[in-house]
């Protein structure tokens, strides 16, 4: 099922941005012009990722600095806290049709 997340200019290059689709929040990175979707949320404690730091194709969790391949939703580097765990995120497709920017969910 695809639901529309707006249009292919709100993405910039470079860029990291947050949508929700019924209350779930998703994280949509421009990576050299293509757009890639993971999970919203760091899955140690929830951090924002929309608010991390995106260098290239990797994001840093703002609370505890987790970072995950936006591109895969793979964890890289685990939190900040002794003996804190972390997961990989989902990946979601990205459909995009003329400008209009389709989230496959």
């Given at each position: 099922m695809g639901s529309i997340i707006g249009r292919l200019g709100d993405f910039p290059q470079g860029s990291i941005k947050e949508v929700s689709i019924q209350g779930k929040p998703y994280a949509i990175s421009n990576i050299d012009g293509l757009l890639f979707t993971i999970d919203g949320r760091c899955a140690h404690a929830g951090g924002i990722l929309s608010n991390g730091h995106l260098v290239g194709k990797v994001v840093t969790c703002p609370?505890?600095?987790s970072e995950?391949?936006?591109?895969t939703?793979?964890?890289l580097k685990k939190p900040r806290i002794?003996?804190?765990?972390?997961?990989?995120?989902?990946?979601?497709k990205?459909?995009?049709d003329g400008e209009t920017v389709i989230l496959e969910i």
């Open positions: 609370k505890h600095g995950y391949d936006v591109t939703g793979k964890n002794p003996f804190a765990k972390a997961s990989d995120l989902r990946s979601y990205v459909t995009i």
